[in-house]
């Protein structure tokens, strides 16, 4: 076990290896054929290094990939476990069912690779596995090779022929001529297995016939390694001493014999120097087979100079025959290449996208028409030189499968077009329509259902199913004239008759007779150039405009929608050539051509109109926020309509591609400020009116002080403040205060009132003086005292409400002067000082103070008794 703990041990042995099989030494496997190693003993299983021992049997191998000791912590990670089976005695067999069924797909399937840069990481991991896939494949062609091998018959004779040495032992055994008659018989089936494998070698290869280059590498590589081991065994020691055994006796059979190995060592040569040329080619395979045409093209010229230098320098290779063979596999397996690229990732080439298809069809053609390019190319430079090599061979021989497939790609191309063009058919939608489109998806799905492989350019049956296609699909395009004219007969108006003729052109317009369509649509575009001359004449003063359009921008989409209705019949027109050189034609476009260019003036003048006056628009602006009515005194927003109608009409020359004025586009960038601004102040203004106009007829004049306020608020809105000022929201915010006190004042004066002073007055009014009694009769003197009892103890409550009502309306009086501004609290008079003697000015009473007290006070006492009161300031009856 000293092996198992050297692999454990630290710095060990790198491998450790578990043979199950029959125990037979070096020595005894290098004289005994594997069939009788097989029966030799029994099988045992035993550790060895593998130096000694030969491996015929099963390996069971253990791998380390660090130099630390191996433990039970560490023995997953870094030992690798394997088995090599070679039970059959073919160790390369083993090895290739270990890298191709394990290995390789374990590597395919690995996600993490260490670190490999990302970028390259693709890249790098694809091409590792590529040359790991090429080495299992020499593996699996050198195991082939030693398969095939020619063993040449054991000299089975009565003598040791290693026994001879020198020359008096070969004259001796000469003399015996039994035993020469033997070695003539082995030299005679040595020689006829010999002429069996030259016979094979000369005959006719049997291959595929859409085989690759690569396969032509495998013959030789196979030719060279049979002739190879032939040629060993013929220069083995044990045929040496039979030819000179035999030379000595002077046999008839050495002169064959000798012409024989001549001819396999002139095979073998041949058979090395074709395998060491064709490995020039071996890069070129890769790409051969696993490139796109498109990408395909760029090694061509490389490979056309490689397959030159072989035929220019090589010894055996140069033949006509053996450089046609490799051009036509590089064909076949530019057309196998070209097969799956056209199929890939569905099953049916008819399964992917027609243009995607199309555009693969169109790179194998440029594929066979570069290659056929460059091989032209060399061919002409070589008969620069006529000293040099020509490239002297068919070829119709090796590209006419090209040539043939790329036919079929053009008749596949062919279909596929008439089915794309044809495909809009589902989206016409007329009465009777669908049954043609029914017609068109049964042939589809016919040509679509054919289980052979379409682009086998060998099948013949697609040629008459292609044949078959094209019959019926005329015949469709005769059923779709014969609708067409159909509606043609029918009363239809210009826009309908478009309409049609643009479908039917749409779905299949080369296919059918349409000249008489078109100079029928030509006449009645004629007549509709004539009515649309005279709407422009008749409404271009005052034309109809679309609701909420501007009127410059209305206007010009007026004048387009009447271009539009001519120039999509024109642009229709003008795409066949046949129509423009009829003289129905030629007068159409002069008419049409006059009426363009009149809508098109009209659009410039207008549109330059309103550039000019996009600058008296913005002038607007200037003006003040708010205006007051000279006789009402009302006051509105004064905001020129003008302004918006530019912002309005500058979107619509935006949207219509016009140019608009840098001014403008400047008043667009303030849009959103502008209107915001009249808003506010729109709104500012209604509330204010609300307000004013919510305020009690009672209390007005008690209100007159606060309403100056907001008055004065708005003063800056009236003279100073224009619409490009940057205080105006400070300005609104400065009116919204005044105007917040306003409604605050009002709100507190009506409550008192309310609360206060009509809840006492009405308290008064309810006073009784007098119980009149109803049932009893009472003397007068009673109800004398009664009444006077009664007087006096309702005016005790009437004196007490007074002095409330007196108390509460000198407290209101105290309160709206202590919101007056300082300047107006000086301002107002003491009280009854409308009649003072002292007072500066007589004022009228209704603007005294006091008075508007009494005013008030009388205005209730009246609203709750009916009774006259007399104003204490001026006597006046209120």
């Known amino acids: 076990f000293h092996m198992i703990e050297e692999f454990f041990a630290p710095n060990g042995c790198k491998k450790l290896l578990f043979y199950y099989q029959e125990t037979v030494t070096n020595t005894d496997s290098r004289r005994l054929s594997t069939d009788i190693l097989r029966g030799l003993n029994q099988k045992r299983l035993f550790i060895t290094d593998g130096s000694t021992e030969s491996l015929i049997g099963t390996c069971f191998f253990f791998l380390r990939t660090t130099d630390k000791s191996i433990s039970t912590a560490n023995v997953s990670q870094e030992v690798n476990f394997g088995m090599l089976s070679c039970s059959e005695g073919n160790l390369l067999q083993g090895l290739e069912k270990l890298l191709a069924n394990i290995m390789v797909p374990a590597l395919r399937s690995q996600e993490n690779w260490g670190s490999i840069k990302d ?125 000179g055994i035999l030379q000595v006796a002077k046999s008839r059979t050495l002169k ?181 489109y029914v017609r068109y998806q049964t042939i589809i799905n016919t040509t679509k259902s054919k289980t052979y492989d379409v682009l086998d350019h060998r099948k013949q049956e697609f040629d008459n199913d292609y044949l078959e296609f094209k019959c019926q699909m005329d015949g469709l395009y005769q059923s779709m004239q014969a609708f067409m004219d159909s509606w043609f007969e029918q009363s239809l108006t210009t826009e309908r008759m478009f309409d049609l003729l643009g479908k039917f052109v749409r779905v299949a317009g080369p296919q059918l007779d349409l000249t008489d369509k078109y100079l029928a649509v030509l006449q009645r575009f004629g007549r509709d150039l004539d009515l649309i001359r005279k709407t422009y004449q008749k409404q271009r003063e005052n034309p109809p405009i679309q609701r909420n359009v501007p009127p410059v921008s209305g206007k010009i989409m007026w004048a387009r929608q009447l271009f539009r209705k001519i120039d999509i019949p024109m642009k229709f027109l003008k795409s066949n050539v046949e129509i423009l050189k009829t003289p129905d034609m030629k007068k159409v476009i002069k008419n049409y051509n006059k009426m363009a260019a009149v809508l098109l003036e009209f659009e410039v003048v207008y549109h330059r109109g309103w550039c000019r006056a996009v600058d008296f628009a913005q002038n607007g602006l200037h003006a003040s926020l708010i205006v007051r009515h000279p006789e009402t005194k009302d006051i509105f927003v004064n ?61 007005r004049p008690l209100m007159k002080p606060f309403i100056s306020q907001v008055d004065e608020a708005l003063i800056p809105g009236l003279t100073i403040l224009s619409w490009t000022s940057l205080n105006i929201g400070r300005f609104i915010e ?60 309702a005016g005790q409550a009437l004196s007490t409400h007074s002095q409330q009502l007196e108390c509460s309306m000198f407290q209101l009086m105290d309160g709206l002067t202590q919101k007056l501004k300082p300047e107006e609290q000086a301002n107002l008079q003491d009280t009854y000082a409308c009649l003072h003697p002292d007072a500066k000015q007589k004022i009228r009473c209704q603007e005294c103070l006091p008075c508007s007290y009494y005013n008030l006070m009388g205005q209730i006492w009246q609203k709750n008794t009916d009774a006259l009161v007399k104003c204490k300031c001026c006597e006046s009856t209120v």
């Not at 020198?166 to 020689?191: I, K």
């Not at 004042?745 to 609360?755: A, N």
């Open 734 to 793: 400065s009116v919204y205060s005044s105007l917040t006190e306003l409604k605050h004042m009002v709100k507190q004066v009506s409550d008192t009132l309310e609360c206060r002073i009509e809840r006492v007055l009405h308290e008064m009014s309810l006073t009784a003086l007098v119980d009149l009694p109803e049932d009893d009769l009472v003397e007068a003197r009673a109800f004398l005292e009664m009444t006077e009892h009664i007087v006096s103890s």
């Open 639 to 699: 905001f020129d309509p003008a302004v918006l109608e530019v912002l309005l009409e500058a979107k619509y020359m935006f949207k219509l591609g016009l140019e608009v004025p840098q001014a403008a586009l400047n008043l667009c960038l303030k849009e959103t400020e502008i209107k915001q601004h009249y808003l506010s102040i729109q709104e500012l203004l209604s509330n204010y009116q609300n307000v004013v106009n919510n305020i009690p007829t009672m209390i």
């Open 256 to 436: 064959h014999w000798k012409k024989l190995d001549s001819n396999i060592t002139d095979a073998a040569n041949e058979a090395k120097d074709n395998v060491k040329y064709l490995y020039t080619l071996d890069k070129f395979f890769g790409p051969l087979a696993k490139c796109t045409p498109v990408t395909m093209v760029e090694h061509i010229p490389n490979l056309m100079n490689s397959i030159r230098m072989i035929h220019s320098i090589s010894k055996y290779y140069n033949t006509s025959e053996h450089m046609t063979a490799l051009f036509v596999k590089v064909t076949n397996q530019m057309i196998t290449t070209c097969k799956r690229y056209l199929c890939h990732n569905v099953g049916k080439i008819w399964d992917q996208d027609r243009m995607e298809l199309l555009k693969k069809i169109k790179n194998c053609t440029q594929l066979n028409s570069e290659y056929q390019k460059h091989f032209q190319r060399i061919r002409e430079k070589l008969r620069e030189n006529p000293k040099d090599r020509q490239f002297e061979f068919s070829e119709n021989y090796i590209f006419g499968k090209f040539d043939t497939f790329c036919k079929r790609l053009e008749k596949i191309s062919h279909m596929i077009n008439t089915m794309e063009n044809l495909s809009d058919l589902q989206n016409v939608k007329m009465e009777g329509f669908d049954k043609l």
């Open 119 to 243: 970028g390259l990481k693709n890249a790098q991991i694809q091409e590792f596995l590529e040359s790991l896939d090429k080495f299992v494949g020499n593996l699996s062609s050198a195991r082939k090779n030693m398969e095939r091998q020619v063993i040449l018959q054991e000299a089975a004779t009565g003598c040791n022929l290693d026994d001879l040495h020198g020359p008096s032992d070969y004259l001796t055994v000469a003399t015996n001529t039994e035993f020469v008659e033997q070695l003539e018989g082995v030299l005679m089936s040595w020689t006829k297995q010999i002429e069996q494998v030259l016979a094979e070698s000369e005959q006719m290869r049997k291959e595929a016939d859409d085989i690759g280059p690569s396969a032509e590498l495998d013959h030789w590589k196979t030719r060279m390694a049979k002739f190879n081991s032939l040629f060993d065994q013929v220069k083995s020691p044990q045929v040496r001493r039979v030819v």
